[in-house]
């Protein structure tokens, strides 16, 4: 199985919200709401087929969401 590659929605260390790839050094969007950051996220998740990770202001992630072409029926 290969890793996906994934973006999250994250708490950003100077306040609002931050869409960030996996790796990334760099937010690639700051927003001042989650709602915000989440819609961008989905956005360029959707756009690059990518894995979409929501997390909670503790930084646990709340919801997964999978763009692209997953394999069906589901390996193991």
């Given amino acids: 199985m290969t890793k996906r590659d994934t973006h999250g929605v994250m708490p950003h260390q100077d306040g ?7 790796g990334g050094q760099k ?3 700051l ?3 989650k709602k915000e950051a989440e819609q961008l996220g989905r956005s360029i998740s959707r756009n690059q087929e990518t894995e ?11 919801r997964c969401d999978s763009h ?3 394999s069906f ?3 193991g």
């Fill in 31 to 33: 927003t001042s709401t």
């Fill in 16 to 22: 609002g919200w931050q869409v960030k790839r996996d």
């Fill in 68 to 70: 692209g072409n997953d």
């Fill in 73 to 75: 029926p589901p390996k």
């Fill in 27 to 29: 937010a690639s969007h």
């Fill in 52 to 62: 979409l990770q929501i997390h909670g202001k503790d930084m646990k992630t709340q």
